[in-house]
């Protein structure tokens, strides 16, 4: 596997604007309505927020673990997936999954379930900051706004990655820890129902 640094640049930002321009049509409802200026703009900047914080910092968790665990590890672009999120987006929901991160160097077990952790371990963790944030320290308007889908769709994200079928996140983290799993996974659940996202979802 060649680890190519301006590839993965390349990637990283065409991944980054087609799933901002997807998350701001599922949030618009799909091409159902033409929003304002003003509304585009607020929307636009939600997709970003949701883009840069589920999607980026997740797959650079991933990343991060991996390198420092001694393997070659690169975001790699998924053509398929790219178009899978724009056509979903149209219809006001959204399949993501613009592409995955690649490392090779480590095979173990206990490595890869390192690796497979970080990306839903850092969407519970800024999931959680950002509905403490809405919640306790009086942020109002636009502000509020994009802290609410913040919070929602990073912890939906990691409950969806921990769901143990592969090739999601979830499945390796239970071949190396079924224990630590069940934990992670019971409070992914927890912190939907708090923050109202999955009782939404649900229609419950």
């Not at 065409?14 to 701001?24: D, G, H, N, P, Q």
């Not at 190396?176 to 109202?196: E, M, P, Q, R, T």
Request: charged residues 10%; glycine residues 10%.
């Amino acid at each position: 596997m060649m680890y190519n640094r301006n590839n993965e640049g390349n990637d990283i930002i065409i991944a980054v604007i087609v799933l901002t321009i997807a998350f701001t049509l599922m949030i618009n409802g799909g091409l159902r309505g033409v929003p304002d200026i003003k509304t585009l703009e607020i929307e636009v900047l939600i997709g970003f927020s949701v883009t840069v914080t589920a999607f980026l910092m997740h797959e650079m968790a991933h990343r991060e673990v991996a390198r420092r665990l001694g393997a070659v590890a690169f975001f790699k672009l998924w053509p398929v997936g790219i178009l899978l999120a724009l056509i979903t987006s149209v219809f006001g929901f959204i399949f993501a999954a613009p592409g995955a991160v690649q490392f090779a160097g480590l095979y173990d077990r206990d490595s890869e379930g390192k690796i497979a952790l970080a990306g839903p371990g850092t969407n519970i963790i800024i999931g959680v900051i950002a509905f403490l944030a809405v919640t306790f320290s009086g942020i109002t308007g636009v502000a509020s706004t994009i802290l609410i889908w913040v919070a929602w769709l990073n912890l939906w994200f990691a409950l969806f990655n921990l769901i143990p079928f592969p090739p999601l996140d979830g499945s390796k983290v239970f071949y190396w820890n079924s224990k630590l799993f069940a934990g992670v996974f019971l409070l992914a659940i927890i912190l939907n129902i708090v923050d109202g996202f999955l009782p939404a979802i649900l229609g419950i």
